[in-house]
């Protein structure tokens, strides 16, 4: 059986409604209506939604902004496709009449929007994907909030990285400027070799020369020569 009645209202107006059989759904809904209306005090300030049993059927009810959204359904159905359903009512209507629906007078949108009330009750009832559409965006909601989470810890990770790669960089860096301050030392340090051996070795001749002079009795080494 599934959804049996819709109906739109602001606050205690009825601006569209549409019932597949013959039932008392539309006078069981203002009565709730008027319930809502004592308790909550102004039903135009109080987003809700809310379920109320009435003899074999269920009637669900959804408050937005000014608007309730109002269905009777078989106790069957649950509640997860009979909200799916006043969700999607209630996109249809505001994306349909705006802000006309502040001053609207009773029954002003019943002739065009209870056609619809007719069609997307026969859907939500009959149609076996009504049901799976509704958990499968259930399901990408999930997916999407993951998806973003993730992102942010990517770019978390990303933010790490880049101060990673900046330290990394910073430290090759300094091990090529060491590296070259090494080879410059090193350099500096075996000329310093080679010139106090090339002076050790240039003494030691000396030496050996003024040994010989003396021996050889001369500068020329004469008598060594001979």
Known sequence: ???LYGMVARGQ????????TSTNANAVARQILDQMMNKAGNINHEDSNASFSHDRYIFHVKRTDCL???CMADQASGRRVPFAFLEEIHQRF???YSRSILSAPAYAMNDEFSRILNQQMDHYSNDPNADRLNRLKGEMTQIRSVMIDNIEKALERGDRLSLLVEKT???QGNAVRFKRQSRRLKNTLWWKNVKLTASLIFILLVV???VLALACH????ASCLK
Not at 13 to 20: G, I, T
Not at 218 to 221: A, F, M
């Open 1 to 3: 059986m599934g959804i």
């Open 13 to 20: 107006v009825v601006l569209a409604e549409f019932s597949s």
């Open 68 to 70: 309730t959204v109002l």
């Open 94 to 96: 505001v994306k349909t």
């Open 169 to 171: 960089s910073t430290m």
């Open 208 to 210: 050996i020369y003024v």
């Open 218 to 221: 001369g500068p020329l080494l």
